[in-house]
C-alpha cells in the first residue's frame, strides 16, 4: 500500500468530525466503513465498493449541491488526474466547510499537490500546513478562514458544452471524461473500417451495446438505425455527456446505464463496439482490457459480432483466445489495431442465443 493510501486510511479510520470524503478512481479501500464520513464519487465501481463494505457513499458527477453550505468540519480528497476537477473540488471545498474547517488534500508531487495546497489556502482564505509523507507524497491541511478568497479557475466543471466536432455531429462533453475535448482517434478508425469489418453499412441495425461509451462517439455513428440502443459507462461525467448527445440526435428511446465493465447488462446484443480503457487513475490497468473482453464474451449474442480498437501494444487477439472462437485483427495501423470477435465460447457451449 502506498504512503498516501496508508495516510488517507488512518484520517478516514480516525476521525469522529463531521467528513466529507470525494474519492475518484485512484482509491486503494482498506478500512473499515466510519459512521461519520459522507463519501461522494463519480465511478460506480469505486462507489459500490465502498457500500459493499458499509459506507455511506454516493455515486455522481461530483454534484455537492445538495449538502448543506458550512456543514462540514473536514473534507478528504486524493487530488484527482484532471486539474479542472481538482480545482472544483476545492472552489466547493469553501462552500462547504465551516470556519475553522479542514481541507486535507493528498498526493504527489508530480501531481501537481503542492500547487493545489497553495490554490487551496488562497480560496479559503485560511492557513496552510504541508507534511512530506515520503519522497514524492505530500498531505496538505488547509483551515478555512472567516471569508474565503478567490478559488482556482475550473472551466465551469459541471455544465456540459459543445466540445468537439465532425461533419456529422457536435459532440457536447465536460471536463471529467476521458479525452473530453476531442475525438479519439482510435474510436475514429474504428468508425470508418466498420462497415468492412462486419461486411454491412452505416447505421447498423438489430441490437448495439456501446461498451465504455463516454460521451457516445461510437453510438452516435453506429446506432441511427438500431432496434436497441444501450450505452454504458462507470463515470457519472460520461453518462450525462453520452445523454445529453444522444438526445440531441433524436435517440431518446436510447437506454444510457451505469455499470462497472457491463456487469449489471443483460446478455443479447448483436454488435458491441468498444473502445477499452486502459488507465486507471495515474496507473495502467492491464486487467481492464480482460473485463471488458470478459463482459462481451457474456453480453454478445451468439450470431453477433463484438468490435474492439485498442492500442496497438495490447495483446487484444491473446487475451479474447479462450472467450472467443473467431478472432480476426482486420487492420493493424501501426498505433491501433481493430479486431472483430465473434463466436462467444461460452455461450456457444451453453447453447443460449
Ligand atoms: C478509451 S475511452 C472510450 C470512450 C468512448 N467509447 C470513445 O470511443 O470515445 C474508455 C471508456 O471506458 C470507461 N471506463 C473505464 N473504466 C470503466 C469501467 N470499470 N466500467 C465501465 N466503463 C469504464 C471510461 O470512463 C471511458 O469512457
Redesign the pocket.
Known amino acids: 500500500m502506498d504512503l498516501l493510501t496508508t495516510e488517507l486510511n488512518t484520517r478516514l479510520h480516525n476521525t469522529r468530525a463531521s467528513t466529507l470524503w470525494l474519492v475518484d478512481?485512484n482509491i486503494q479501500l482498506d478500512t473499515a466503513a466510519n459512521p461519520t464520513v459522507h463519501v461522494v464519487g463519480n465511478?460506480?465501481?469505486v462507489i459500490e465498493r465502498l457500500q459493499q463494505h458499509g459506507w455511506q457513499a454516493a455515486f455522481s458527477d461530483f454534484d455537492l449541491s445538495g449538502l448543506a453550505a458550512g456543514g462540514f468540519d473536514q473534507i478528504l480528497y486524493r487530488v484527482s488526474k484532471e486539474k479542472p476537477v481538482v480545482h472544483y473540488l476545492i472552489s466547493e471545498a469553501q462552500r462547504l466547510l465551516r470556519p475553522d474547517g479542514q481541507l486535507v488534500l493528498l498526493g504527489d508531487k508530480g501531481e501537481g499537490i503542492r500547487t493545489y495546497a497553495k490554490k487551496a489556502a488562497e480560496c479559503l482564505g485560511g492557513s496552510r500546513q504541508e507534511q512530506k509523507l515520503g519522497k514524492e507524497s505530500w498531505c496538505a491541511e488547509i483551515t478555512r478562514g472567516l471569508t474565503g478568497g478567490s478559488c482556482p479557475e475550473h472551466q465551469c466543471y459541471p455544465e456540459l458544452r459543445p466540445a468537439c466536432e465532425d461533419t456529422r455531429h457536435t459532440y457536447w462533453s465536460k471536463p471529467g471524461?476521458?479525452?473530453w475535448n476531442k475525438?479519439?482517434r482510435?474510436?475514429a478508425l474504428?468508425i470508418e473500417h466498420l462497415p468492412n469489418m462486419l461486411d454491412t453499412t452505416l447505421p447498423l441495425s438489430g441490437s448495439v451495446l456501446?461498451?465504455?461509451?463516454?460521451?457516445?462517439?461510437?453510438?452516435l455513428n453506429v446506432a441511427g438505425g438500431a432496434t436497441r440502443l444501450v450505452c454504458?459507462?462507470?463515470?457519472a461525467a460520461?453518462l450525462r455527456a453520452c445523454r445529453h448527445n444522444l438526445d440531441q440526435a433524436g435517440l431518446t428511446q436510447a437506454e444510457v446505464l451505469a455499470?462497472?465493465?457491463?456487469?449489471r447488462l443483460t446478455p443479447g446484443f448483436d454488435t458491441i463496439?468498444?473502445?477499452?480503457?486502459?488507465h486507471?487513475g495515474f496507473s495502467v490497468d492491464g486487467d481492464?482490457t480482460d473485463?471488458?473482453l470478459a463482459a462481451s464474451q457474456r453480453l454478445l449474442a451468439v450470431n453477433g459480432s463484438a468490435c474492439f480498437?485498442v492500442n496497438q501494444h495490447i495483446p487484444l487477439e491473446r487475451k479474447a483466445a479462450g472467450l472467443f472462437a473467431d478472432i480476426h485483427t482486420c487492420l493493424d495501423s501501426g498505433q491501433f489495431k481493430l479486431v472483430r470477435l465473434r463466436q462467444p465460447i461460452n455461450l456457444q457451449s451453453q447453447g443460449y442465443s
Do not use: M
Not at 259 to 263: P, V
Not at 273 to 278: I, S
Open positions: 478512481e465511478r460506480l465501481d471524461l476521458f479525452g475525438i479519439d482510435g474510436s474504428l456501446d461498451l465504455g461509451c463516454g460521451f457516445g462517439y461510437l453510438a454504458s459507462d462507470n463515470n460520461a455499470a462497472n465493465a457491463g456487469d463496439v468498444c473502445n477499452p480503457p486502459f486507471s481492464l473485463r471488458f480498437v
